[in-house]
C-alpha cells in the first residue's frame, strides 16, 4: 500500500503540488486524471523519490521513501515498475538489451532464459521479434510500448504507467489497457495509470482520483465520476470548452 | 467615428461583475479609436465595491484603446458609492533595497559553497564507487572499461600523434636558432625532452582528450538527464554512478597515461628530426643525450600529472552532465562549460603540480 501525505512542491516560484493526500490499496488500479501540466508525472516521480517533496511524506507499504538509505531505496524501487512519459529508453542499447537491462543487473538467470523472458514480453506488448532494433528505428508508441515491456519485465509488486497509450491507435491503446487490467489480474499487481484517454479511464479503472490546481479534486469510482456535481470533473470528463476551467494559457 | 450605447443592470454585485463585464468587452469588441462609449447608469441602483472595481477596469480598459467614456444618468447615490470605492494607484513606490555590496558578496560565495559541496559530494561518490566495483565484481560491467577505453583512447591517437610531434618540432626549431650561436646544439635534446615529459606531453594530451573524451562523457551524461535515462536508471535499482561514471573513470585512468607516453616519444620525435637536418646532431648521440637527462623524477611528474589529469577531466564532465537541465539547449550548455571548465581545471593543477614539483624531490 502507498499511502501519500499532504505533499508539497514547488518549482521556484511555481507552485506545482498543494497537498495531495491519496492512498493506494493494494491490487487496485487507480487512475489519476487532471490537466496538462497539472502535476502528474510529478506526483509519480515523488511516490519513487525522483523528486523530493518541500512538505509531506510518502510511505511505501509503511516505510517512509525519503528515510530510507541508498541501499533499501533500491531494494524498495525494484518493486516498481515505472513507465515513463517519454519512455526513457537507453539509445545506446539495443531493444533486447534495454528490456533485458534489469535482469541482467539484479538476477542470476542464464542468457538463454533472460532471452526468453525478454521475447515474452515483447509478444506481451505486440512487438514480437524487434530485439535487434535500435530505440532511434522505433516510432514513438513502439518506444512507448518498449518501455512497458521494460517496465513489468522484473514482475513488480507496483507498476506506475505515465500516460501509456497516448500517441497509440485506437486498437493498440485497447490491448495495452486490456495487458493493463490482465497483468493486475494475473499477478495481482497495484497499478497507477495516468492518462488523459476518458475511454481508457472507463476501462482500467477501478478507482480514479483527479488533480487539479494542485490538489485532489475527485475520489471515487467511474460511475461516481460521471454523476460528479463538481463542473470541473464534469468540464474535464465531457471535454468541453464551456465551464469553469478555461483553455487559455495560464500566465505562470 | 460611432457611438456605442450600453446599458447597465440594475444592480452590479460580487456576483455578476465578471458576466457583466465579459458582456461589456464583447459588446466594445469592434470598437476602434477614438469611438464613443456610453454607459447609462439610469436602471442601476444597487452597486458595490466589486462592481466600482470593475467600473475602473473597463475605464483602463477604454483609455487604453483610446475610446471615448461618457457615463450618463448616474444617480447620486451612485456617484457617492463611485466615489467611496474608487480605486487611486498608490502614488508613491517602494522600491526594495538593492542589496548591498556585501549582501552580493556573501551570496556569491554561499552560492560559491554550495557548487563546491557539491562537487566535492560528487567526487567522493566517484572514489568510493571506484573501490568497491573494483573489488565487487557484481558491480562491474562486462567489457564496458575496455570498450570506453577504446572510445577515448584509439581513435584520439593520431590527432594527439600529430599535435605532439608539432610541438616537439616547433619546440626544438626555436630553441636552435638560440643554441646554435653558442655552439650548444646538443642541449637541444635535454631541452625537448624535459619539455615534453614534464610539462607539453601530459598538458597537450590532456587539453586534447578534455576536448574530445570529457565533451562527449558531458553531452552523454547531460543527454541521458534531460532524456529521463537516469530516472529510468534509478528506477531499476541501478546506481548511474557506478554504472556509467565508473567504467568511463577506470578508462580515462588507463588511456591518459598511455595516450601521455605516445606524445612524449613523439614529441621527442619530432625534435629530433630538427636536431638531426639542422643542428647536425648524429641519432645515437641525440638519443643517448635524451636518455641521460630523463631522471626518475621526470617520469614520476609526468605520471602524477597525467592521472591528476584524466581524474579532473572525468569530474568535470560528470559534474556538468548531472546538472543539465532543460533540453538540447541545456545538453549544448552543460558541454561547453565542462569542457572550458575541465581545461581550465587542468592548467591549474599543472601549475600546482609543477610549483610542488620545483621543490619537493619525490620520495617513492
Ligand atoms: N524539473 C522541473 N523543473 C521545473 N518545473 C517543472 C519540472 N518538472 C515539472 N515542472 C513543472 O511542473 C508542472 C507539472 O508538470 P508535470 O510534468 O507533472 O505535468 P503533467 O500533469 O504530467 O502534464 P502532462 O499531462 O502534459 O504530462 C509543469 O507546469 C512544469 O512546468
Ligand atoms: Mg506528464
Redesign the interface.
Known amino acids: 500500500m502507498i499511502k501519500i501525505h499532504n505533499l508539497h512542491k514547488s518549482f521556484d516560484e511555481k507552485v506545482v503540488l498543494r497537498g495531495v493526500d491519496l492512498d493506494v490499496f493494494d491490487g487496485e488500479r487507480l487512475v489519476i486524471i487532471g490537466r496538462s501540466g497539472c502535476g502528474k508525472s510529478v506526483l509519480l516521480k515523488h511516490i519513487l523519490n525522483l523528486m523530493q517533496p518541500d512538505k509531506g511524506y510518502i510511505l511505501v507499504d509503511n516505510i517512509a521513501i525519503r528515510k530510507v538509505g541508498q541501499k533499501d531505496l533500491f531494494f524498495l524501487r525494484k518493486q516498481f515498475g515505472f513507465l515513463f512519459q517519454g519512455a526513457a529508453l537507453f539509445d545506446s542499447m539495443s531493444v533486447a538489451e534495454n528490456v533485458a537491462l534489469p535482469l541482467v543487473e539484479h538476477t542470476d538467470l542464464s542468457p538463454a532464459e533472460i532471452e526468453r523472458k525478454v521475447a515474452e514480453k515483447l509478444e506481451l506488448v505486440g512487438l514480437p521479434g524487434t530485439q535487434d532494433l535500435r530505440p532511434a528505428e522505433l516510432s514513438g508508441g513502439m518506444k512507448k510500448r518498449i518501455g512497458l515491456a521494460r517496465a513489468i519485465v522484473m514482475d513488480p509488486k507496483y507498476v506506475l504507467y505515465d500516460e501509456p497509450t497516448t500517441g497509440l491507435d485506437p486498437i493498440m491503446a485497447a490491448s495495452i489497457d486490456k495487458l493493463i487490467i490482465d497483468l493486475s489480474n494475473q499477478l495481482k499487481l497495484t497499478s497507477i495509470v495516468v492518462t488523459h484517454d476518458m475511454q481508457s479511464v472507463e476501462k482500467v479503472a477501478t478507482r480514479v482520483v483527479m488533480l487539479h490546481v494542485g490538489k485532489i479534486i475527485f475520489n471515487g469510482d467511474v460511475q461516481a465520476l460521471h454523476q460528479s456535481d463538481n463542473a470541473v470533473v464534469n468540464q474535464f470528463v465531457s471535454g468541453s470548452i464551456e465551464g469553469p476551467i478555461q483553455p487559455k494559457p495560464v500566465k505562470y | 467615428m460611432s457611438e456605442y450605447h450600453l446599458l447597465l443592470p440594475e444592480q452590479l454585485t460580487l456576483s455578476n461583475v465578471a458576466e457583466e463585464y465579459a458582456l461589456l468587452r464583447q459588446d466594445i469588441r469592434k470598437a476602434r479609436n477614438g469611438d464613443t462609449i456610453i454607459l447609462d447608469c439610469g436602471r442601476l441602483h444597487l452597486l458595490d465595491s466589486a462592481g466600482v472595481a470593475m467600473l475602473d477596469q473597463f475605464n483602463s480598459l477604454c483609455q487604453q484603446r483610446e475610446l471615448r467614456l461618457i457615463e450618463e444618468h448616474c444617480s447620486a447615490d451612485i456617484g457617492k458609492i463611485k466615489e467611496l470605492f474608487h480605486f487611486s494607484a498608490p502614488t508613491s513606490k517602494k522600491h526594495a533595497p538593492r542589496p548591498s555590496f556585501f549582501e552580493r558578496l556573501g551570496q556569491r560565495g554561499y552560492a560559491l559553497l554550495g557548487h563546491l559541496s557539491e562537487g566535492l559530494f560528487l567526487i567522493s561518490n566517484i572514489f568510493y564507487w571506484a573501490i568497491v566495483s573494483f573489488f565487487n565484481k557484481r558491480l562491474r560491467r562486462q567489457g564496458e572499461v575496455i570498450r570506453q577505453s577504446l572510445q577515448i583512447g584509439l581513435n584520439a591517437l593520431p590527432i594527439i600523434g600529430l599535435i605532439a610531434f608539432l610541438i616537439g618540432f616547433i619546440l626544438a626549431l626555436q630553441s636552435a636558432v638560440q643554441l646554435r650561436q653558442f655552439g650548444a646544439n646538443i642541449y637541444v635534446a635535454d631541452l625537448v625532452a624535459v619539455a615534453m615529459v614534464s610539462e607539453m606531453g601530459p598538458l597537450i594530451t590532456a587539453i586534447m582528450v578534455a576536448g574530445r573524451s570529457g565533451s562527449s562523457i558531458a553531452a552523454e551524461i547531460a ?2 538527464k534531460v ?3 537516469l ?2 536508471l ?6 548511474p554512478l557506478p554504472y556509467l561514471m565508473v567504467p568511463k573513470f577506470y578508462a580515462l585512468l588507463l588511456t591518459l597515461p598511455l595516450l601521455t607516453v605516445l606524445a612524449n616519444v613523439i614529441g621527442i620525435l619530432g625534435g629530433m628530426i630538427i636536431g638531426v637536418t639542422y643542428l647536425n646532431i648524429e641519432i645515437i648521440p641525440f638519443y643517448h643525450e635524451v636518455i641521460s637527462v630523463l631522471r626518475y623524477k621526470d617520469i614520476m611528474i609526468f605520471l602524477v600529472k597525467s592521472i591528476t589529469f584524466s581524474a579532473i577531466i572525468l569530474f568535470t564532465a560528470a559534474y556538468f552532465g548531472l546538472k543539465a537541465e532543460g533540453g538540447a539547449e541545456g545538453v549544448g550548455r552543460v558541454t561547453t562549460s565542462a569542457v572550458v571548465a575541465s581545461i581550465f581545471w587542468v592548467i591549474v593543477a599543472d601549475s600546482i603540480l609543477g610549483l610542488i614539483f620545483y621543490f619537493v624531490e619525490p620520495v617513492f
Not at chain 2, 534509478?234 to 546506481?239: E, K, S
Open positions: 543527454t541521458m532524456s529521463e535515462e530516472d529510468a534509478q528506477v531499476m535499482g541501478i546506481d
